[in-house]
């Protein structure tokens, strides 16, 4: 469908317009809407005779229609023909608005510690985050954010919740609905945007498949088509527009980005957006129109809720990457075949388009799932078909049955992050139906305001109960790393670290690391060593970046090499430019000849 027929097919059917409210003949015209009708009773099945099941039933319904619709296309849809395709044939669901307000993120950050980052607004440069708070003592009252820095920082750019799904009970809920629906671990991330603002988000990739639920207020979003990989081949496709990588509106339209979708969300409105496709944001009311000036003049809030197929390496690129390490094959067609490197930078960015589509495909829905090992064989067949494609020579290297025992470990890996995430959630949910019981049992004795924090509930904070699973993610993804490296052996023999090491010992640039990001520790990479090692800008595996971090909120993978050690020569850090590698040469040859 051209981009014009898409953006008629798909115009604002706003509330209380009776006359544009979509018929279902209308609806069934798009297949996301076709597919939501499809499994509204499935999604009554899935919640039962519980209340607060019932009350995310719209959540499953929407992730498992995307996940029978497929996951290619981007495409928009509103508030009223979200309700008329999920009300068909007596279904009766919650709509999206509303569901999470300024009211909502209030007590949330009363309850508990939450952390934020704020988004640059140059759409001319790369996205960048800085923080949104600062400790203004050692209690607890006088460390954690407040509702007041967070307006502050809404003044200057958009609020972002990272992970909030993880650390907000409110919005565990959906989380367990979309992970339930798809199979897939997801994550929940809360953009707060002030009116007004010219640019909300620079154009920009994301490396997740992303549906974005309008909640309040109104946002104006343009979707383009994505900039070919090949004239850029050392832009990762999926971090465009992030970091020093710059992506503005007339680099777009150069490189023959086509303008998909040009749409202003209201509460209640639902937009998916596929890994790789940029786009960008703005709440400036002369883009908004339609939009009535009671919703223009709310705070926008929506939420994210990424399917990160690619973040957990269940694609059909990841996958050929370790059938060819588990197999001890050297790529050399396309390379990058380490822990550290970025393999969708580089040759992979050169394939024909058609190969190209293929191999960076995600792994089938339900490979996950209680009975995906049936998907087994089919997948792994598809697997070896997809990596002759893209070089014969390597693909013959690697004995058959490398293939099938690829996809095996590639199930058993995704399985365990998907039990991990949805315990998290769990723990989300449990902990807020636990504040609410206290909170009852408080007013049910006469008291009245927030609750006091005792040491017991500062335990159950989400700062500390949220960690402990993203250590297991951590581990396994190394263990997934481990299983395909043929060649687990470092080299260079043994030095004595100093305790705590991960956390104490200097760090330089691309350095491989894990940083603090809104409480929980995510993969990344040092950008930049701040004055004398006293702080540091880093790169996060998504091309998120975050400026001046503390040591003691970063840690590093691994040791240093141990120098003088008998075959150890230091390498490189990976994503130097031409120029930083010549320096890192000079520097290595001045470190011999002292």
Not at 250 to 262: F, I, K, M, Q
Not at 449 to 459: H, I, S
Request: charged fraction near 25%; hydrophobic fraction near 35%.
């Amino acid at each position: 469908m051209a981009a014009t027929e898409r953006r008629a097919s798909v115009a604002s059917t706003k509330e209380g317009d009776a006359s544009s409210t979509p018929s279902l003949d209308d609806i069934n015209n798009l297949s996301i809407l076709k597919a939501l009708q499809e499994v509204g009773s499935t999604a009554l099945e899935w919640a039962g005779e519980d209340v607060e099941s019932q009350k995310l039933a719209n959540f499953y319904a929407l992730f498992r229609g995307i996940r029978e619709n497929g996951l290619s296309t981007p495409f928009y849809i509103t508030r009223d023909q979200v309700s008329s395709a999920l009300h068909s044939n007596n279904n009766i669901m919650q709509s999206f608005a509303g569901f999470y307000t300024m009211d909502n993120l209030a007590q949330s950050l009363q309850e508990d510690f939450l952390d934020a980052s704020r988004g640059s607004t140059d759409n001319r440069k790369g996205w960048k985050s800085s923080t949104v708070s600062s400790p203004r003592g050692n209690s607890f009252e006088e460390a954690r954010m407040t509702l007041d820095e967070v307006n502050a920082a809404l003044e200057k750019g958009t609020v972002i919740f990272n992970s909030a799904g993880a650390h907000i009970g409110q919005l565990a809920g959906p989380c367990l609905a979309c992970a339930d629906a798809s199979g897939v671990p997801p994550c929940l991330n809360v953009y707060v945007t002030a009116p007004h603002k010219r640019t909300s988000a620079p154009p920009h990739t994301d490396k997740q498949d992303v549906v974005v639920i309008q909640t309040s207020g109104a946002k104006h979003w343009r979707v383009y088509s994505p900039p070919d990989p090949s004239l850029r081949p050392s832009a990762d496709r999926y971090a465009r527009g992030k970091g020093d990588d710059n992506l503005p509106l007339h680099l777009l339209e150069s490189v023959g980005c086509e303008l998909l979708l040009d749409v202003t969300l209201t509460p209640g409105d639902i937009l998916y957006i596929p890994a790789a496709f940029p786009h960008t944001t703005d709440t400036m009311p002369e883009n908004m129109q339609d939009v009535s000036d009671d919703v223009q003049g709310e705070t926008s809030f929506h939420l994210t809720v990424g399917m990160d197929t690619h973040v957990w390496d269940l694609d059909y690129l990841s996958a050929r990457r370790m059938a060819l390490r588990r197999a001890n094959v050297p790529d050399t067609a396309l390379g990058q075949a380490g822990d550290e490197d970025n393999k969708y930078v580089g040759n992979s960015n050169l394939l024909p388009s058609h190969i190209d589509k293929e191999i960076q495909e995600p792994l089938p829905f339900g490979l996950l799932e209680e009975d995906g090992d049936k998907m087994v064989e089919q997948i792994s067949l598809e697997l070896e078909r997809r990596s002759r494609a893209v070089d014969e020579a390597t693909a013959s290297a690697v004995p058959s049955s490398i293939w099938k025992e690829t996809v095996e470990r590639l199930r058993i890996s995704g399985m365990g992050l998907l039990d991990i995430h949805m315990r998290m959630f769990t723990s989300a949910v449990d902990e807020d139906r636990a504040r609410q019981m206290e909170a009852e049992m408080a007013a049910s004795l006469g008291q009245t305001g927030p609750l006091k924090m005792t040491p017991e509930k500062m335990q159950r904070l989400s700062c500390f109960r949220v960690p402990p699973f993203f250590e297991e993610i951590n581990a396994v993804q190394q263990a997934l790393y481990d299983w395909s490296s043929s060649n687990g052996d470092t080299g260079g023999g043994t030095v004595q670290l100093p305790d705590n090491w991960e956390f104490t010992l200097p760090l330089k640039l691309g350095d491989e690391v894990e940083a603090d990001l809104g409480g929980a520790m995510f993969p990344a990479k040092i950008t930049r060593v701040v004055g004398d090692q006293m702080a540091y800008d880093v790169q996060f595996f998504d091309g998120d970046q975050a400026q001046g971090l503390e040591r003691d909120m970063i840690k590093l993978l691994k040791p240093p090499a141990m120098e003088g050690a008998d075959g150890d020569e230091e390498k490189p850090p990976p994503g130097l430019t031409p120029k930083e590698l010549k320096r890192w040469k000079k520097k290595q040859d001045k470190k011999k000849n002292k």
